[in-house]
């Protein structure tokens, strides 16, 4: 299924039904009281959150969603019947903002939870409620209210307690696959990632936690170059960011140093509050380097990189160091609980100086 995380949609609540102006007429009752019905209420529109969908694609190709008008009222005191509701089913972790203002509608964290998108009208009422003691048989009534209408953004942002982030063939997804069931494609070759994935890293029988893997950034991303901007907002909800470095990479041009501090750079243009982030520094694929310089290119690695935070060697492809990093990542988790975020706020398309840094997370 193609991976959906954007859409426009259109909701119209349903129109209520006319109240009616009618007289109660029967065989030796030639001249009754009023006896109009009110009419029916339109259908109103719901989203509800489901755990077992993961992309937005069906609302990508069905835009408008109308629910019904109620059923207009009718003679003999008969009530029109309501329309009914129309419930769209979204993943957790959808935000749905009016598209006109930019007002956050509702952000769908829990499954099975409800909202409301748009109301349908009330029905009119009937002459039956205009009748008085100086009015006996009034002819008025009211027409149904209109349903309300919006067009709506639906933008989905995973719900992970740790990201990765890091460089086209870093081995991210190489990482996901080695701590988890999930499955990512990997290959030889950058932007093999077309999409986020997720992995339930599980510690042990009791303990886990949810993993994030996102395409690769390369310099530029935060003004639109490669894949990795649009899927940076995915990052926006976890708890501890991992920087993936490949610190043996096959083209001796390359300098990881300068890549790793491209990404920090990228991550401040995109949103400060995401480079504020607890992150750590992994570097991977050690094993491709000899066994005796291992430690200390690392070491070089650190030092001219200036990073002062928590830091990892791995290889994700030989499982070597990654059971350490779980560990690490599960205690820091528990020790550090979830925060409410503000997730009313766009990313700002510039960021200032930040006013302090994080004890886990230290400038490159």
């Known amino acids: ?17 006319d109240g009616v102006a009618s007289f109660r007429r029967e065989k030796f009752i030639p001249k009754g009281g009023p006896s109009g019905g009110d009419g029916g209420r339109g259908g109103s529109i719901f989203a509800i959150a489901d755990r077992n969908i993961n ?17 207009n009222g009718r003679g003999s005191d008969c009530y029109g019947k309501g329309a009914d509701d129309i419930v769209l089913r ?37 002459n039956l409620h205009f009748k008085s003691s100086t009015n006996r048989a009034p002819r008025q009534f009211t027409l149904g209210e209109p349903g309300e209408e919006f067009d709506l953004k639906l933008e989905l942002k995973v719900l992970a307690d740790v990201g990765l982030l890091g460089m086209p063939n870093a081995g991210k997804s190489t990482l996901i696959r080695a701590v988890s069931a999930a499955r990512p494609k990997v290959a030889d070759y950058p932007f093999t990632t077309m999409h986020p994935n997720l992995g339930m890293v ?20 935060a003004e639109g ?44 243009k995109y949103d400060e509050s995401l480079y504020q982030k607890p992150r750590w520094l992994v570097l991977n694929k050690v094993d491709l380097l000899p066994e005796d310089e ?27 160091g990654c059971k350490e990093l779980t560990y690490a990542i599960m205690e820091h988790l528990e ?23 994080s004890a886990d997370r230290q400038n490159i």
């Open 1 to 17: 299924m193609k991976y959906i995380d954007e859409a426009i949609i259109q909701v119209i609540a349903g129109k209520g039904g």
């Open 55 to 71: 992309t937005l694609v069906d609302y990508r190709f069905a835009r408008m969603h109308r629910a019904k008008k109620g059923e």
């Open 90 to 126: 979204m993943p957790v972790g959808t935000v749905i903002t009016n598209a006109a203002t930019g007002e956050l509608v509702v952000d769908l964290k829990r499954h099975e939870q409800k909202a409301l998108l748009a109301k349908g009208g009330g029905g009119g009422l009937g």
């Open 294 to 320: 291992r430690e200390k290119i690392c070491k070089k690695f650190i030092r001219s990189a200036g990073w002062k935070g928590r830091s990892f060697t791995i290889s994700a492809l030989a499982g070597e």
């Open 202 to 221: 599980r510690v042990d029988q009791n303990r886990s936690f949810v993993m994030a893997d996102i395409p690769g950034l390369i310099e530029g991303a």
């Open 335 to 357: 020790q550090e609980p979830a925060e409410p975020a503000d997730e009313n706020q766009e990313p700002p398309k510039a960021a200032s100086e930040p006013a302090h840094e």
């Open 225 to 268: 170059a490669g894949l990795g901007h649009q899927f940076l907002k995915h990052l926006t909800r976890t708890r501890l960011l991992l920087h993936i470095v490949d610190v043996a990479p096959l083209d001796e041009n390359v300098d990881p140093v300068h890549e790793a501090k491209a990404i920090v750079e990228e991550l401040r």
